[in-house]
T-cell receptor, first 116, second 115 residues
């Protein structure tokens, strides 16, 4: 069964609204979670690394005020796209890291965000 | 800096034939290498990993990959392809010398298996 649950799977909203995406680790405690953005026919672009109890680490070029990340517990990280615009439309995927650096990442099923 | 390359955007193979999806990497320390598969509108699923030990790694769904240190490659293979193997495959690398968990993904290779 799925070890990482991502919700919602699909969201359509008007330009200017904010959208929150949740990522939960179901079977384990995830001290580190990652948020990716995937453009059509392209690879995963790491947006930020979310660490439980501390501020997220954003990749170069990613707007911190635009993409708010909260990792308040060992099983939940949230990504909020603030004041979303059509160019923010994309497929967003979260992943949670198992214990230890040699463990694979477990991915959520992704969220398709469409901004009208 | 670490990097990973998947030189083929697309691989076409007939069902029942062997398949290979190529991956090369660059790291400063010892590599942790991974293969993931992605089906349409879904997240990635873990297939296999190389950390240390035997160079031939076996994973899910009959896939295997061979770690070649001299060629810095980690090609994904399967002896007999199935139509259901058609998907997008990502190679990923993590450098154990840098600390942390940052993983770099290749651009992906789309596999088409024809019946």
């Amino acid at each position: 069964g799925a070890v990482v649950s991502q919700h919602p799977s699909w969201v359509i909203c008007k330009s200017g609204t904010s959208v929150k995406i949740e990522c939960r680790s179901l079977d384990f405690q995830a001290t580190t979670m990652f948020w990716y953005r995937q453009f059509p026919k392209q690879s995963l672009m790491l947006m930020a690394t979310s660490n439980e109890g501390s501020k997220a680490t954003y990749e170069q070029g990613v707007e911190k005020d635009k993409f708010l990340i909260n990792h308040a517990s060992l099983t939940l990280s949230t990504l909020t796209v603030t004041s979303a615009h059509p160019e923010d439309s994309s497929f967003y995927i979260c992943s949670a890291h198992g214990q230890g650096p040699n463990q694979p990442q477990h991915f959520g099923d992704g969220t398709r965000l469409s901004i009208l | 800096a670490q990097s990973v390359a998947q030189p083929e955007d697309q691989v076409n193979v007939a069902e029942g034939n062997p398949l290979t999806v190529k991956c090369t990497y660059s790291v400063s320390g010892n590599p942790y290498l991974f293969w993931y598969v992605q089906y349409p509108n879904r997240g990635l699923q873990f297939l296999l990993k190389y950390i240390t030990g035997d160079n031939l790694v076996k994973g899910s769904y009959g896939f295997e990959a061979e770690f070649n240190k001299s060629q810095t490659s980690f090609h994904l293979k399967k002896p007999s392809a199935l139509v259901s193997d058609s998907a997008l495959y990502f190679c990923a690398v993590r450098d154990d010398g840098t600390g942390g968990f940052k993983t770099i993904f290749g651009a992906g290779t789309r596999l088409f298996v024809k019946a």
